[in-house]
T-cell receptor, first 110, second 111 residues
Framework: EDQVTQSPEALRLQEGESSSLNCSYT??????LFWYRQDPGKGPEFLFT???AGEEKEKERLKATLTKKESFLHITAPKPEDSATYLC???????????FGTGTLLAVQP | ETGVTQSPTHLIKTRGQQVTLRCSSQ?????VSWYQQALGQGPQFIFQ???????GRGNFPPRFSGLQFPNYSSELNVNALELDDSALYLC??????????FGDGTRLSIL
């Protein structure tokens, strides 16, 4: 069964303190791994798509990487405005559905 | 470019009632997907529509149904509402093979 597990469930950082979020997945025929950011009361906002092991993508203070079993979202020198829930999702096989993890709630304190 | 818009933003219903939620897809996007997000959980796939045809369905009962219109907007209908249907309902639009972009959802509360 296709599955996504994210860790940690919650993470509290001081402003400027870099860290990484983990997304472990099992899926038949990975077609894409997606990272989204979700603010309270809002829908998920698309960040990155990764398609194959070894691929990396960057956007401002965020960098996403992918292996055959997991993805990492690295946050460098975070700011309070980076506080949000970060969701990981996979798309695999013949289906177009996204399978989401439960997310990591990130709080960055000034 | 207008993003995905959903209406209403909030809705309160009682058990046994029926509800219709609406979604306008991002300009040019012909694929719409619906998800249910319970508090503290990730979104769960309900179904997807492509060019007015259902194109995949998750593990939801038949009382969850949908439509897509020629302008690619979409409706989610839920009959015989249950307490467990209380959740944030998200609509996402995309082009085939492209990332899905989400609206801000409809918060449905069942009393």
């Amino acid at each position: 069964e296709d599955q996504v597990t994210q860790s940690p469930e919650a993470l509290r950082l001081q402003e400027g303190e870099s860290s990484s979020l983990n997304c472990s997945y099992t899926v038949s025929g990975l077609r894409g791994l997606f990272w989204y950011r979700q603010d309270p009361g809002k829908g998920p906002e698309f960040l990155f798509t990764l398609y194959s092991a070894g691929e990396e993508k960057e956007k401002e203070r965020l960098k996403a990487t992918l292996t055959k079993k997991e993805s990492f979202l690295h946050i460098t020198a975070p700011k309070p405005e980076d506080s949000a829930t970060y969701l990981c999702a996979v798309q695999g096989g013949a289906t177009n559905k996204l399978i989401f993890g439960t997310g990591t709630l990130l709080a960055v304190q000034p | 470019e207008t993003g995905v818009t959903q209406s209403p933003t909030h809705l309160i219903k009682t058990r046994g009632q029926q509800v219709t939620l609406r979604c306008s897809s991002q300009s040019g996007h012909n694929t719409v997907s619906w998800y249910q997000q319970a508090l503290g959980q990730g979104p769960q796939f309900i179904f997807q529509y492509y060019r007015e045809e259902e194109n995949g369905r998750g593990n939801f009962p038949p009382r969850f149904s949908g439509l897509q219109f020629p302008n690619y907007s979409s409706e989610l209908n839920v009959n015989a509402l249950e307490l467990d249907d209380s959740a944030l309902y998200l609509c996402a639009s995309s082009l085939p093979g492209q990332p899905q972009h989400f609206g801000d959802g409809t918060r449905l509360s069942i009393l």
